[in-house]
Structures are given as structure tokens and as C-alpha cells.
């Protein structure tokens, strides 16, 4: 299985940007997965952002909630995080992580930058 990340890129202070995840290869049940998204942020530990496991069930951190949506496309393969009033304290590398199984599988990471 591989995590396929696409979007991130470079904003001002209060704009949007969406990340996309897909997870590619064969004979993956997708709707068995967890899907979160991480980030880690110049010189700080990784994170996790956002999640959304098999039930539908949702997590955001602290940071996340009420600025940040995470939405799983199953017929898709697809999780996306949609990111709106984005922060300075919000330029990392966002990363995707698909669980299944009790096995995790990264994505590469997407650089998202906020400048001020």
C-alpha cells in the first residue's frame, strides 16, 4: 500500500489550501482503514493533525478543531484535509498515514507554508 499525498503549497496568514491522500495498490479495503494526517513543524516533534478511522469516527488536535475538516472518499481510495485560516504556526510538512491492519503506510509528506 502507498500513500500518495498531493496539494500543500504556500499561503498568506487567514487562507485555505487542501491536502489529498489516495491509497494505491492492490486488493486494499480501503473502508477497514484509519486515515490521519500528521504534521511536523521546524524543529518540533511530528503530530497528529486529524483522523478518521473505519466508523466514520473523527479526532482533530487542539490546533486542528474548528479551522480544519478531514473527509474520507472511500469509493476513491481518497482522504482529504481541507485547511482554512491558516496560521504562520502552521508551516510544516503535513504527512498521511493509512492503517490497516495494525500496519501504517506514509506518505512522503507536503509542504505546507504559511508566510507572514
Known amino acids: 500500500v502507498q500513500a500518495i499525498e498531493s496539494g500543500g503549497g504556500l499561503v498568506p496568514p487567514g487562507g485555505s489550501l487542501r491536502l489529498d491522500c489516495t491509497a494505491s495498490?492492490?486488493?486494499?479495503?480501503?473502508?477497514?482503514?484509519?486515515m490521519a494526517w500528521y504534521r511536523r513543524a521546524p524543529g518540533k516533534r511530528r503530530e497528529l493533525v486529524a483522523q478518521?478511522?473505519?466508523?466514520?469516527?473523527?479526532y482533530y488536535s487542539n490546533s486542528a478543531k474548528d479551522r480544519f475538516t478531514i473527509s474520507r472518499y472511500n469509493a476513491n481510495y481518497t482522504v482529504s484535509l481541507q485547511m482554512n485560516d491558516l496560521q504562520p504556526e502552521d508551516t510544516a510538512v503535513y504527512y498521511c498515514?493509512?492503517?490497516?491492519?495494525?500496519?501504517?503506510?506514509w506518505g512522503r509528506g507536503t509542504q505546507v507554508t504559511v508566510y507572514s
Open positions: 498515514k493509512l492503517e490497516i491492519s495494525s500496519r501504517d503506510f
Open positions: 495498490g492492490s486488493n486494499i479495503d480501503n473502508t477497514q482503514m484509519t
Open positions: 478518521v478511522n473505519k466508523y466514520g469516527y473523527l
